[in-house]
């Protein structure tokens, strides 16, 4: 007699065997992809825990594991990942959004109120802080730049499913390069960079060291300042008076850029924000008004 395998025996053998491959948060994921496999919210796995798998959902479920249990993140298997309460698609091409980046679209919408300021997103990639800006003002005038021609695609898609595609521009650009009839145009510019130093790369979890894009990550140099201390020298010539910036920040990056930051005369002033674990996350500048 063939074996009958229901929703709640396939998760225990899941989660026993995502254990012994040593995958983070091993029921969470079972459920996660079981979910994503039969079309159904997490919850609703436990209120039909006894209903069989056809072979069709079996089948589609194994090839799910396999990826997982070689460490490929949920969410490039599922194809989704909420922030700032919104689904966003997320594939290889893009970083998958964290929830500490929630924190620098927080302080750019209390910055920008609603009035009609122009932002700039650098290095966009799935577009989640650019869409998330423009979904909670709907005054502000959003240029979503990136690097990837694949990111801005997602980008876009994601600006579509969320109906703010009128009011974000998409452009591929390396950072400021090509940008420059826009000098002084922006009332804040908004980054999360690639802040990941050289020697710490190989240290990550494998989930991040082996599927997520080196281009969004790597921030060149041993501490991965480059790329921030980059924006920091050519911010002010695209910001106006008092305009502001937005940058998210690597683990002990604050302490190092602080000399920096307070011998740097373009800016007349600056604030580091602790993300929710008390880690300095946010770099806030303002460009003088001189």
């Known amino acids: 007699m063939e074996e009958i395998w229901t ?12 254990s012994r491959h040593k995958v983070e948060q091993p029921r969470a994921s079972a459920e996660v ?20 798998l056809t072979a069709t959902e079996l089948a589609r479920y194994r090839r799910a594991i396999q990826r997982r249990a070689a460490h490929e993140p949920t969410q490039y298997i599922t194809q989704k990942q909420e922030f700032w309460s919104l689904e966003f698609e997320v594939n290889p091409s893009v970083l998958i959004p964290r929830p500490e980046t929630e924190l620098l679209v927080e302080m750019a919408i209390d910055l920008l109120g609603h009035h009609a300021h122009t932002v700039l997103d650098l290095g966009t990639g799935s577009g989640a802080i650019a869409v998330a800006i423009a979904h909670e003002r709907p005054a502000a005038r959003i240029l979503a730049a990136d690097i990837s021609y694949a990111a801005l695609q997602v980008a876009k898609r994601n600006a579509l499913r969320h109906h703010v595609q009128h009011r974000i521009w998409f452009v591929a650009a390396n950072w400021f390069d090509s940008l420059a009839p826009l000098r002084a145009g922006f009332d804040l510019i908004v980054s999360n960079p690639p802040y990941i130093g050289d020697d710490e790369l190989a240290g990550l979890a494998p ?19 480059d790329t921030i201390r980059t924006l920091l020298e050519t911010a002010p010539d695209y910001l106006r008076p008092g305009g502001a910036i937005l940058l998210e920040i690597g683990q002990g990056q604050a302490d190092i850029l602080q000399n920096e930051l307070q011998q740097n005369l373009n800016f007349q002033g600056y604030r580091i924000k602790n993300d929710y674990s008390g880690i300095p996350r946010i770099l806030h500048l303002t460009r003088a008004r001189r």
């Open 33 to 52: 992809l079981l979910a994503y496999v039969l079309g159904k919210e997490r919850i609703q796995l436990y209120l039909h825990y006894d209903q069989p």
């Open 207 to 225: 989930e991040i060291e082996k599927y997520e894009p080196a281009t969004a990550l790597k921030g060149g140099g041993p501490q991965g300042l």
């Open 7 to 18: 929703i709640l025996k396939v998760l225990q053998w899941t989660t026993d065997y995502f």
